[in-house]
């Protein structure tokens, strides 16, 4: 069985470890049950969630066995890591439709039951084809005296407020509720459970869920006198600064619906070229020779790069019908061919809106070309801004209908951001 651990390793995935040597002999010599989990607090997983879905694909890739958790428990709670709020309730309804639709996205990365399982059914081994379970199946039915005595006991409040999460939220003048603390317990007792019934071994997460993913470490040890491991990965920003996956547009969604495949090609196609080397090793599974080799590539020659990104991606999320419609969509954008509309980012305005004018710093705020009006300015100002493919520089300009074509409207920021408007009649 390949060992997979040094690629993670040099691919980028390795933040913290509980112990490098065991957890890469441990892959090395039998096939591990590992877990990541994912709370469906929307309908879609975004481009954040990328990493560890990645993370698990090469574990699975290399023979080892996939379990992807939906926290349909724990987002009954919230997560308060990183969170300078409580996250808002959803119902179970919600939370239900949420996971069919993140089960969906998982696989297209991950071999896994079509169906989200029932943890209490009667098979208690896992094939190489992984299980998508819901915490839900073993937390709603908690008691609640016997879990305080079963498992609360375990845990000491002392030492759980120095995790990172809780000390934040803690210095702020919300504070931390009742009803969060109570999330490390839940995430630990998750991993007992997996342990228990599948025998995982091994939990994967985001390094700021480090705090939480040790409490379950520790529960085993604690409770079964068994060692098991843990790994988290690095919290990505772009080269920026900026957070991974967020666009003025707002968040880049795994879902076609939120995120076209046009505008999901475009988010990685436009990335900075300090962040292609490292997305290529983080994002796709191209060989590391030909990562290096492409990262190496600077100046111009960095698009066929970037290309390559924005290709590879769109086509794990999307598939290669859409990768290909996007990447046509985008050459001829680029190149100044002729567009396929169906594929461009699409805002339909009502036409009244039109009789009167929109102020084009506005608009192209409005449709995210700019991240603000001033913003707005400046690419107006510095002859960036296009409306159907003209330039324009009078910063007092306003949009009505003597501009429009056929009922739509195509702006455009620098050379290659593209965003259609469309007239809606009443």
Known sequence: MHNVFEALKERGFIKQI??????ANLLAEERVTYYAGFDPTASS???????PIMAMAHLQRAGHTPIAIIGGGTT???????????????????????????????QRYLNLDNEIADANDSQTTISKVGRFLNNADWLLSINYIEFLRDIGKHFRVNE?????????????ELGLSFLEFNYQLLQAYDYLCLFQKYGCRLQLGGDDQWGNILAGVELIRRIEGERVHAVTFPLLTTASGAKMGKTAGGAVWLDAEQTSPYEFYQYWINVDDRDVSRFLAYFTFLPMDEVRRLGD????????????????????????????????????????GNLDEAEMPTSVIPSERFDSGIPIMALFHEVGLANSRSE?????????????EKQCREIDRVVGTDLLEENALLLRAGKKRYHRIVLKEN
């Open 376 to 388: 707005a300015r400046r690419l107006i100002q510095q002859g960036g801004a296009y409306i159907n």
């Open 76 to 106: 009954m709670i919230g997560d308060p890591t990183d969170k300078t709020e409580m996250r808002s309730m959803l119902s179970q309804e919600q939370i239900s439709a949420n996971s069919k639709s993140i089960l969906a996205q998982l």
């Open 297 to 336: 590539l600077e100046d111009e020659a960095i698009r066929e790069a970037k290309e390559v990104l924005a290709y590879e991606t769109t086509q794990l999320a999307h598939g290669k019908v859409e990768a290909d419609k996007a990447q046509a969509t985008s050459r001829a954008a680029f190149g100044g």
């Open 160 to 172: 759980m407020i120095k995790v990172e999460g809780y000390r934040q939220r803690l210095e702020r």
């Open 18 to 23: 509980t112990n490098a040597e065991q957890i």
């Open 45 to 51: 997983l975004h481009v954040g969630s990328l990493v």
